[in-house]
């Protein structure tokens, strides 16, 4: 099976090309567990929040239902801290760009936090769209056996500049089209964070389908999910959609 085959299956499953076409954004609320925002000191503001994430550019608003100071927008990779009336009260280029060695970071600020959800959100729930982008480059990877289920993988290669836990990257699809594993490494972490990403069931609203629970653990050699530790789990519910 073509990459291109491939692709048509997954867009079909999450709602069709042409209503991804015609959708500006995404709203959604997200909860978020694990090991890796503990580690970093920054489960807090992401344990629930709700997010505006627009689907044909890297751009999200967040607004922690936990923090009331964890409020913002990703774009593009820069990072702007706001105030409930919009005052722009902290601004970070780049800001997920690792910085310095030892890894991972001891601790992250707000903008860390907000930069690291902002490349990951955009990814789990744009991807019918990201994939068609005509500067990201798709190529099959055949069929293997992932975590003992058959599944044809997709490598996604990023252009420089576009957020993204890493510029190479590897989905895993089902036959009935639904995206069974997400593999990457996550580099704001640290450039040895090999994860496998479990979409573990789906939501279905709003003319769409995106992968509504997540659970990520190292991946190991031969393409393997480690059974733990639990690095990040994510639980998604879709509550509204913006049209273009």
């Known amino acids: ?49 709700d997010a505006v994430v627009a689907v044909h550019e890297p751009r999200i608003t967040f607004t922690s239902r936990v923090d009331p100071a964890w409020r913002g927008v990703f774009d593009a990779g820069t990072v702007r801290l ?11 280029a780049n800001a997920s760009f690792v910085r310095r060695a030892p890894w991972p970071k001891p601790r992250w600020d707000a903008i860390d936090a907000m930069a690291f959800s902002g490349h990951a959100l955009w990814h789990y729930t744009t991807f019918p769209a990201l994939l068609r982008r005509p500067d990201v480059t798709v190529t099959s990877l055949g ?4 975590d003992g289920v058959p599944a044809h993988g997709l490598e996604l290669r990023c252009p420089r500049g576009l957020p993204a836990h890493a510029p190479v ?5 089902g ?7 997400y593999d990457y490494t996550a580099r704001m972490i640290a450039p040895w964070a ?7 069931a789906d939501t279905t609203a709003f003319g769409v389908t ?3 629970v997540r659970r990520v653990t ?17 639980d998604l519910e879709l509550t509204g959609v913006r049209e273009r």
């Open 143 to 146: 069929e293997r056996a992932i």
């Open 1 to 49: 099976m073509t990459a291109a085959e491939v692709l048509d299956r997954l867009s079909e499953h999450a709602g069709g090309a042409d209503r991804w076409e015609a959708l500006d954004a995404l709203e959604v609320r997200v909860r978020v567990g694990g090991l890796a925002f503990r580690m970093v000191g920054q489960a807090g503001p992401v344990r629930d929040f």
């Open 194 to 200: 090999k994860a496998a990403n479990r979409c573990l």
């Open 210 to 212: 995106i992968p509504s």
């Open 169 to 173: 990257q590897q989905l895993w699809i």
């Open 175 to 181: 036959a009935d089209g639904t995206m069974r594993r």
């Open 82 to 92: 706001e105030d409930a009336d919009g005052v722009v009260t902290a601004e970070r």
């Open 218 to 234: 190292p991946l190991l050699p031969g393409r393997r999910s480690a059974p733990g530790p639990l690095l990040v789990a994510i």
